[in-house]
């Protein structure tokens, strides 16, 4: 079965610097897509940014990006000029071939002003 | 106004109860999803659909039921609510190719008591 793990229940950031939330997942298969999606307190999920596996280059959207390591099953977040309101949950999923998201548990992120 | 919308939001109810959530979507996506969330679990799918005539079972579909009334409308119902259901529902909906995001509606907060 495939799994997604995220090992970091909880992480702070100094408001203005980079933090890195880690993702790692097991699958058999060799396409498939990976997302980050963003839950503030309000509870709206909310997608910041998704790879496709067959791509090579590592997606990026202002100042969110991905490390993605597919022989490592590796597809880590890294924020960068971190603001208040980065402040949330954030979810690392995994989409199979039948297009079904397999979540992860989240990772707390706390930004200190 | 939103894209999907879930109704309704919150909701308290007793065990033995019969519930239905509700989820409209003016995206005009074929798919659509209903998830649950608890704490410390990530999302896990309960159903799907791909499209009006197609629903399928997701991780968790016991002591569930949906209805796919339309493209644009599928409900979730709770025949005999428990409260190990008591949970954040979210109704999503995304293109016909699932690869694209899923676009999430605000939750809807179940109590069983």
């Known amino acids: 079965a495939q799994t997604v793990t995220q090992s970091q229940p909880e992480m702070s950031v100094q408001e203005a610097e980079t933090v890195t939330l880690s993702c790692t997942y097991d699958t058999s298969e060799s396409d498939y897509y990976l997302f980050w999606y963003k839950q503030p307190p309000s509870r709206q999920m909310i997608l910041v940014i998704r790879?496709?596996?067959?791509k090579q280059q590592n997606a990026t959207e202002n100042r969110f990006s991905v490390n993605f390591q597919k022989a490592a099953k590796s597809f880590s977040l890294k924020i960068s000029d971190s603001q208040l309101g980065d402040a949330a949950m954030y979810f690392c999923?995994?989409?199979?071939?039948?297009?079904?998201?397999?979540w992860g548990a989240g990772t707390k992120l706390i930004i200190k002003p | 106004d939103a894209d999907v919308t879930q109704t309704p939001r919150n909701r308290i109810t007793k065990t033995g109860k019969r519930i239905m959530l509700e989820c409209s979507q003016t995206?005009?996506?074929?798919?659509m999803y209903w998830y649950r969330q608890d704490p410390g679990l990530g999302l896990r799918l309960i159903y799907y659909s791909f499209d009006v005539k197609d629903i399928n079972k997701g991780e968790i579909s016991d002591g569930y039921s949906v209805s796919r009334q339309a493209q644009a409308k599928f409900s979730l119902s709770l025949e005999s609510a428990i409260p190990n259901q008591t949970a954040l529902y979210f109704c999503a909906t995304s293109d016909f190719s699932g690869i694209d995001e899923q676009f999430f509606g605000p939750g809807t907060r179940l109590t069983v008591l």
């Open positions: 995206k005009g996506h074929d798919r």
């Open positions: 790879q496709e596996a067959y």
């Open positions: 999923a995994f989409m199979d071939s039948n297009y079904q998201l397999i």
